[in-house]
Structure formats: C-alpha cells, structure tokens
C-alpha cells in the first residue's frame, strides 16, 4: 500500500509517498503561494495528486484552516489564504481520480502524528499546541482527535487571555496568540530594543544574553504558561506536547516545564511538559495514518 501525504503550510507544501509501515519513500517541497488564494493552492494540489495517482492507493492531506474532516472541506481559512474557505478538496480530488481522500487540519495532523509515532506514544489524551505565526492546538481524547461539533475544538490560539487585548485576526481582542506566538516574542523584542530579529536569532548568544531581550523572554514565557494554566486547570491532562521552532530552544521548554511543576497543585506537579517529536513530517505523517485508516474503511 502506498500513500500520497500532502502537507500544506503558509510557505510551503510538504509532499510524498508513504509506505504501508508509515516511512517516507519520497518527499518533496514547492512554495505554496498563499497570497495567490484558494482556488490558485486548489490547482497546485490538482497537480500533485495527478502526478502519483495511478501509483497510491489514497490521498492524506494535512492544511491549515478548520476543517470539516468529514467532507473535506475548508470551513474557515483566515486572510493568510485568501478565498480557501469553502474549497472542497476531498470531492474535488475524488470527482477526477477515485481515490480514498482523508483531509484534516495541520495541527490535528501533527498530534495524531505525535500520538502514533512520537513525543505523545502511550497517552490515551494529551494536548497538543504549536508556537508560530499563531498558536495552533489539537486535543487527542480517548486515543482519537477530538474535533468538536463544527470541527473547530482546540483553537487554543484564540482563548482570551487578555480581556480587551490587542485586536486578533479571528475578530476578538486579547487571544492567547497575540502575546505568546513565535510573533509576538518578536514583535515585542523589536519594541523593547528596536532590533528585528527571528525567533531564532532571538536566541543566539548575542541576543540571549542581552538583558533587555532576555527580560522580553521571560515575560513571553510568562504569557505561554498563562495560557496552558488555563488549558491545565480545564482538562487536566498526562501530558501537553508543544511544537513549533521556537520549542526547539532549551531554555524555552524547559523554563516552561520548571515553572509548571513549580505550582502547588497535584495536576500542575504531575503534568509531563513534552517537546514535539516528529518535526517536519509530523504533517505528512499524521495525514497518511488518517488517511489509511479512510482507506480500510472501504
């Protein structure tokens, strides 16, 4: 059996072939040209489908954007790719080349990956947040995704954790992604110091060690536990596996995970505090796991 993994980010479409015991026989990257819109993103994935069909046995497809897994279908997609809202790509795919086609959104792609083949292994539930442009989550319950009634649980990014707060793109003022993103550690770097710098280069020796951006981390830092004490004192989970670049930083996972254990409360003592895993594939990965079990459903 083999399978077609599609990954599709803000910058870049991850693609390939997965095999039956979930290696990756092949994978590629071509950039997505978000700002080009959905139906544009639409035909690029045309394209892929169309040059592995006669040689997979279905399609998985990881995407940004709340999805209606049943369908298919992109049911909201923010300005970062505009006119996504609405496309349906399973139907679209299986109208031209009758194939099994499972669609899931990033985030929930990323934990099933995490739960079957990374840093989540042996957790009948867990949380599962990514740290980037936004903050993306996925809540795993009783060993599958928990998607909610509109297929729209888990946007932990948009909890409010500042009433009143800066205006999100989802329309509400204060969401948790506004203070504790990979962007907003840089943005507010670059007001305490005036510099702008990446994530990354935030923490390069130079930048790290400077007092006044070592100070923003810290605060930053204070601003992603705020939000899983929220998360914490809500679903009391085993575990929370946080992704995203920025995690990949030692100081961040760790200074999150002593300041957790650090309070009082059993449930905040006892929770593991997990860096993700599976990285680049976790994507391609969880979307061809789903996308085998669509298959063995026929």
């Known amino acids: 059996m083999k ?3 599609i990954d599709i980010g803000g ?74 809202t609405g496309i349906e790509i399973k139907k679209t795919i299986q109208k031209k080349y009758n194939l099994p086609v499972k669609v899931e959104n990033d985030v929930n792609s990323a934990a099933t990956a995490e739960a079957v083949f990374g840093a989540a292994q042996g957790y009948s539930d867990f949380l599962c947040l990514t740290y980037g442009t936004g903050v993306g989550g996925a809540l795993w319950l009783n060993n599958k995704i928990y998607t909610g009634e509109y297929f729209s649980a888990g946007e932990f990014g ?18 948790y992604e506004m203070y504790a993103s990979t962007r907003a550690l840089a943005n507010a770097v670059h007001e305490a110091t005036g510099k702008t ?10 930048n790290f060690n400077n007092v006044t951006i070592h100070s923003v981390i810290d605060n930053w830092i204070e601003e992603i536990i705020g ?69 063995e459903k026929k």
């Open 11 to 84: 910058t870049a479409i991850k693609y390939g072939v997965v095999n039956e015991d979930f290696t990756v026989a092949q994978s590629f990257e071509v950039p997505t040209e978000a700002n080009l819109g959905g139906p544009h993103l639409m035909h690029k994935i045309m394209t892929i489908v169309g040059e592995y069909a006669d040689e997979v046995d279905c399609v998985g497809i990881s995407t940004a954007g709340q999805v209606n897994s049943e369908l298919g279908k992109i049911i909201f997609a923010s300005e970062n790719i505009p006119n996504y």
């Open 158 to 175: 948009h909890i409010v954790t500042h009433t009143g707060g800066k205006k999100c793109t989802c329309g509400n003022n204060g969401c």
């Open 197 to 206: 710098l990446t994530g990354r280069e935030i923490f390069e020796p130079e």
């Open 3 to 5: 399978i077609l993994a």
């Open 227 to 295: 939000g899983l004490t929220t998360l914490i004192f809500i679903f009391n989970p085993p575990c929370i596996v946080l992704g995203g670049g920025i995690m990949n930083e030692d100081y961040v996972i760790t200074e999150i995970a002593r300041r957790i254990h650090a309070r009082p409360m059993h449930s905040f003592r006892e929770v593991q505090i997990k860096k993700a895993a599976m990285k680049n594939q976790a994507g391609m990965l969880g979307a061809a796991y789903l996308a085998k079990q669509e298959f």
